[in-house]
């Protein structure tokens, strides 16, 4: 069975920071590119931050500079170091799961998301 547990969000005012952590169970972690989203009520959601297996990281320009994405493949576990929070920050995080298979396929997997709340 699959999972991708999210956890670390909360309500923190801004300028402040958070750091969240996806562990992953059923999957082999690492081979799999990772990634954060985010969706904000009323809005489609979108990438954050990415990481591949080989540790390459790709970020969204509103959070570059402020954000930054890890993983740990002993641990099975992918962090996103949120610094500098904004208001505008403020949504549900998801963490993503491209795991390949050997028929040249890939499966997609997804946490079930946490909040993350920034303060004005």
């Known amino acids: 069975q699959v999972q991708l547990v999210e956890s670390g969000g909360g309500l923190v005012q801004a300028g402040g920071s958070l750091r969240l952590s996806c562990t992953t169970s059923g999957i082999t972690f690492s081979i799999s590119d990772m990634g954060w989203y985010r969706q904000a009520p009323g809005k489609q959601r979108e990438l954050v931050a990415g990481i591949n297996s080989g540790g390459s990281t790709n970020y969204a320009d509103s959070v570059k500079g402020r954000f930054t994405i890890s993983r740990d493949n002993a641990k099975n576990t992918v962090y996103l170091q949120m610094n500098s929070l904004k208001p505008e920050d403020t949504a549900v995080y998801y963490c993503?799961?491209?795991?390949?298979?050997?028929?040249?396929?890939?499966?997609?997997?997804w946490g079930q998301g946490t909040q993350v709340t920034v303060s004005s």
């Open positions: 993503n799961a491209i795991t390949p298979t050997s028929w040249g396929s890939h499966f997609n997997y």
